[in-house]
């Protein structure tokens, strides 16, 4: 009887061991085109071939986690909640400098372009100052658009403050806007891909300014997760240089995944079309300097 007790612990031990050893990574992102290797990794994940499962090591889970902006993101790596995430440069920023550099660290470049200010078809606004009155709307307060948005207004002679100034600047999440702005609520929006093809497609709207080359997502992590996993961050980064070599060699293999995880992650339809419109305005570079910032 003690024998059968022991051998049945003792297999059990192999059982559960190797289960509770397994090492999991929170990874975040947004329901963006500008977030494709986001995009991508996460449809990879839930179809059952995550790309960087296979890479981190058989003992390695990754879950995914969408955030509608980069404040919401980089709190959740503050608070630990994810170990990694995909976001605006603004943010990361932000919060590097408010922790004087002790909580979060740079670890990649992801994207670039796929940001602009959208406004009403019949709209006459052209420079900062048209836009005195005006209500435009950002996806979140602190966001990489949001900061743009402000800073354009104020280095064009507007007063701007958090709450008003002399232009309405309105955090809206994305979704949100593109009613809004059917409406004729929103006198501009300033947003990223898909939103601005759809604003673009849905609503009308057409492109005042387009960010094409500036920094528009970054691979950001917390502190101690890259001192304490060092080699599992490094592992990391490099699947994502990997994937975005790969996106880059198969991009109409990598629209349909983008598309089929923006209809999931969305709950809304989403068009071949609008994929290819904004596809277009996007730059892939895993490279990133800080003096781009």
């Not at 980069?70 to 603004?90: C, H, K, R």
């Not at 959208?118 to 420079?127: G, I, M, N, T």
Request: glycine share 8%.
């Amino acid at each position: 009887m003690r024998a059968r007790t022991f051998l049945i612990g003792f297999i059990l031990f192999w059982v559960v061991v190797p289960s509770a050893m397994a090492e999991t990574i929170r990874v975040g992102h947004f329901p963006n085109v500008t977030h494709v290797q986001g995009l991508v990794a996460h449809y990879l994940s839930r179809t059952g071939h995550g790309w960087f499962e296979e890479r981190l090591g058989k003992d390695v889970k990754v879950e995914w986690y969408v955030y509608n902006a980069g404040p919401s993101a980089i709190e959740a790596i503050l608070a630990g909640s994810v170990d990694l995430t995909y976001v605006g440069p603004n943010p990361a920023l932000n919060a590097y400098a408010k922790s004087n550099g002790e909580e979060i660290r740079l670890l990649a470049g992801a994207a670039a372009g796929g940001a602009a200010l959208v406004v009403q078809a019949d709209s006459r606004l052209k420079q900062p100052t048209d836009f005195r009155g005006k209500t435009i709307a950002t996806p979140q307060l602190g966001n990489t658009q949001d900061i743009a948005c402000r800073a354009w207004l104020a280095n064009g002679g507007l007063k701007i403050t958090q709450t008003g100034g002399e232009a309405f600047i309105v955090p809206t999440p994305n979704p949100d806007q593109i009613s809004l702005f059917q409406q004729r609520k929103l006198d501009a929006v300033w947003t990223v891909e898909p939103w601005v093809s759809r604003l673009e497609r849905e609503a009308g709207g057409k492109v005042l300014l387009e960010q094409s080359k500036d920094s528009v997502t970054v691979l950001v992590s917390g502190v101690k997760f890259v001192k304490g996993k060092s080699e599992l961050t490094k592992k990391f980064v490099q699947a994502h240089r990997e994937l975005t070599d790969w996106i880059l060699a198969h991009p109409e293999e990598a629209k349909r995944m983008v598309l089929e995880e923006l209809s999931v992650e969305t709950q809304a339809k989403v068009s071949a079309e609008l994929i290819a419109q904004a596809w277009k305005r996007i730059m892939l570079r895993p490279d990133v300097s800080i003096e781009e910032f």
